[in-house]
């Protein structure tokens, strides 16, 4: 049975969703788990226009409305930042923040079941703080969340 990998969209501003996107254009990716990105619908569908992939951006507020096929991008989306909030390539707050938000997101559907195993994407280490990361991780190791970090979707 294909587990549910919940992948954030990393760096909103950054190379992330597009690196998000070229990924899930293999449909090995889709044979192996059912991959949910965390982020904001409206950044990925601009990614997807970056890398020219043909694909459906399907946003979802919950783990279990995803569909999970090739073709179909399931988005948890959380609605924080438009493309017209960022600049391509520029470091800021915003997008920053939204990083952080969306890791925290997956960790929570993580730490509820929701989703079997996370995956980091792309995240800007300056707009970012890595001492935000650095923390959540060490709270999350002490409250045993059991959260399992992937380089890849088959186990």
């Known amino acids: ?42 950044i ?3 990614a997807c226009g970056f890398v020219g992939a043909k694909c459906t951006i399907h946003p979802v507020a919950d783990p279990s409305e995803g569909l999970y096929e090739h073709g179909v991008i399931d988005i948890l989306d959380l609605g924080l930042l438009r493309p017209e909030d960022l600049a391509i390539g520029q470091v800021s707050a915003a997008a920053g ?7 925290r997101k997956v960790i929570e559907l993580a730490m509820d079941g929701k989703v079997d195993a996370t995956e980091p994407s792309g995240l800007s280490k300056t707009g970012a703080s890595t001492m935000a990361f650095a923390v959540a991780a060490v709270l999350l190791l002490a409250a ?12």
């Open 97 to 103: 923040d939204a990083a952080f938000r969306y890791v």
């Open 44 to 46: 990925l569908e601009r």
């Open 1 to 42: 049975m294909r587990k549910i990998l919940g992948i954030t969209m990393g760096d909103p501003a950054g190379v992330g969703p597009e690196i998000t996107v070229k990924a899930l254009q293999d449909p090995k990716v889709y044979e192996s788990c059912k991959p949910l990105v965390v982020g904001d619908a409206a």
């Open 144 to 155: 045993g969340a059991g959260v399992v970090l992937l380089r890849r979707c088959a186990e």
